[in-house]
């Protein structure tokens, strides 16, 4: 049942909260709504932050979801630099971080996740950052350019793009990995190999299997990364990229099921009818796997954007998507498409040397994940092998002068 | 500025200022326009944005990419005169541009 003049309160102004303000309106939400958000300018896109924007591509323009007049036009509360305190379900109200309290009768949690920060020494140094925000990326803009050294702690995706920007930039730039291959948490072995090629073909130096023990600075400033074999890298900038953690205390606190991210159903709702959550603080189902996940990426934030307020708005759910995420370094485009859980085996189509390839993960004949490179046939067609469970005969899926459109026939 | 009418698949019409230099998908998202999702934001990566353009402007909007020829392949209902419209600089010369945005781009 839905009630068309509902006040909707939705904390945190990421790309969820932008996107579900937005899609309440669309949908016809006619009650008030509040959007509050911690940073000091409307929604926007994080993905160009570490490509685009650090390049000199974009500017904040280009990056904001929609222009700051649009959420007044649309009878949007957007109150930014203001960070939720406190939540209390028996009164449905928040307190905010300034002191007023809101009122709610319906709340959406998109506080997302923030930047893990190393606990070692020499860690707020000045020079030493990570990238998450809007001033995260116009401190690490600055700091890079022709001949300055940058190091990177962490090769995952944020890493390897700020490395790959680095370098169109013209800095010297050492990634510093803590397992023994890049991207490990997210991409297979060949896909790891095919990344250090490619960086070290662009001038990148690596450090895998390493640990990083301090920051070492002069004046305050960061000179250095120490390792635990003593060595030290210098640098004229570190940015620490190691992965992000669910703002979900606020709804710990308040006693939300909570399991590293607030627990959701399909319709983003959590374990209190009235409130929902989305994004990147979402633990949520994944029916295509059978099981929960959080994930991080703007596909998961819009779609649970969508789940919640259809369901606010009492439209029917929308259908399942399939996950996927994308990341783009130098000339290369990664598209991958699902998560390679229960795999069985691994199928190869087209050429690594050429830089036109895709990984296809397989449980049996059915493709659970496809990372493509430069391949958006592959990308694209998975997406649809994934969703719809159609197995695949291996042998036509390994040959690339059968095109991706038989394949799924 | 460029004038550019976009038509939603139900024949509704929005005719938009866009300042050149945006993209005809940032015309339309900036300014709230249904009919066109972009979710990766104009990195090529989605095929969301899709539209078709008025057969007397297709030419002036350019040529497709080798990856947007690729991601368009994969849409439904792709045409002619289908364009991702990420990839379509606005300039003074799209001013009068049209475009018909498909029934969804999901």
């Known amino acids: 049942m839905s009630n068309p003049a509902a006040h909707v309160v939705i904390l945190g102004a990421g790309h969820a909260g932008g996107t579900a303000a937005a899609l309440l309106r669309q949908y016809g939400h006619e009650g008030p709504i509040t959007l509050v958000g911690e940073e000091p300018i409307p929604p926007y896109q994080r993905p160009p932050l570490s490509k685009a924007w650090l390049k000199g591509e974009a500017d904040a323009d280009s990056l904001a979801l929609k222009p700051l007049e649009f959420y007044a036009e649309n009878g949007i509360d957007f109150r930014p630099g203001v960070k939720a305190a406190q939540l209390r379900r028996g009164d449905k109200t928040v307190v905010l971080s300034d002191g007023q309290t809101l009122s709610y009768d319906i709340l959406i949690l998109a506080t997302g996740a923030r930047a893990i920060a190393l606990p070692i020494p020499g860690a707020d140094l000045a020079g030493v950052m990570a990238l998450r925000t809007a001033a995260d990326a116009e401190q690490l803009k600055a700091a890079v350019g022709p001949g300055k050294r940058l190091a990177v702690v962490g090769g995952g995706y944020i890493g390897l793009e700020v490395a790959a920007s680095g370098r169109a930039l013209g800095a010297e730039v050492t990634v510093l990995e803590r397992e023994t291959r890049l991207l490990a948490r997210v991409a297979c072995e060949q896909l790891s190999t095919f990344f250090r090629d490619y960086h070290e073909k662009h001038g990148v130096t690596f450090e895998l299997g390493c640990s990083v023990t301090g920051f070492e600075g002069k004046d305050g400033r960061v000179t250095g990364v120490t390792l635990a074999d003593g060595r030290t890298i210098a640098c004229d900038a570190a940015v620490v990229g190691v992965g992000a953690a669910p703002n979900d205390e606020i709804a710990k606190d308040a006693g939300l099921e909570c399991a590293r991210g607030v627990v959701v159903d399909l319709d983003a709702r959590t374990s209190d009818p009235d409130i929902f959550a989305i994004g990147d603080v979402a633990h949520r189902p994944m029916p295509i796997y059978d099981r929960m996940f959080r994930m991080e990426s703007v596909p998961n934030a819009l779609e649970q954007a969508k789940q919640a307020a259809s369901a606010i708005t009492g439209r029917p759910r929308p259908p399942g998507e399939c996950p996927w995420q994308w990341s783009d370094q130098y000339d290369l485009k990664l598209q991958i498409a699902g998560y390679a859980f229960d795999v069985d085996e691994i199928v190869v189509r087209g050429d690594p040397a050429a830089a036109k390839f895709a990984v296809f993960h397989l449980k049996g004949n059915q493709v659970q994940a496809v990372e493509a490179i430069n391949a958006p046939p592959e990308f694209m067609m998975g997406k649809q092998l994934i969703l719809n469970r159609k197995p695949v005969d291996k042998t036509k899926l390994a040959d690339p002068t059968v095109s991706m459109k038989e394949v799924a026939a | ?106």
């Open chain 2, 1 to 106: 500025m460029a004038k550019i009418t976009y038509v939603e698949h139900n024949g509704t019409e929005h005719v938009i200022d866009v300042k050149p230099g945006l993209s005809v998908m940032e015309g339309a998202v900036k300014n709230n326009i249904p009919g066109i999702d972009a979710d990766c934001g104009g990195a090529c990566a989605c095929a969301t944005c899709h539209v078709y353009v008025d057969p007397e402007w297709l030419a002036k909007t350019g040529t497709r990419s080798a990856m947007e020829e690729s991601m368009l392949d994969f849409a439904d209902g792709v045409e002619e005169n289908s364009r991702l419209s990420c990839q379509i600089k606005v300039t003074d010369e799209l001013d009068g541009l049209v475009v018909t945005m498909p029934e969804s781009q999901h």
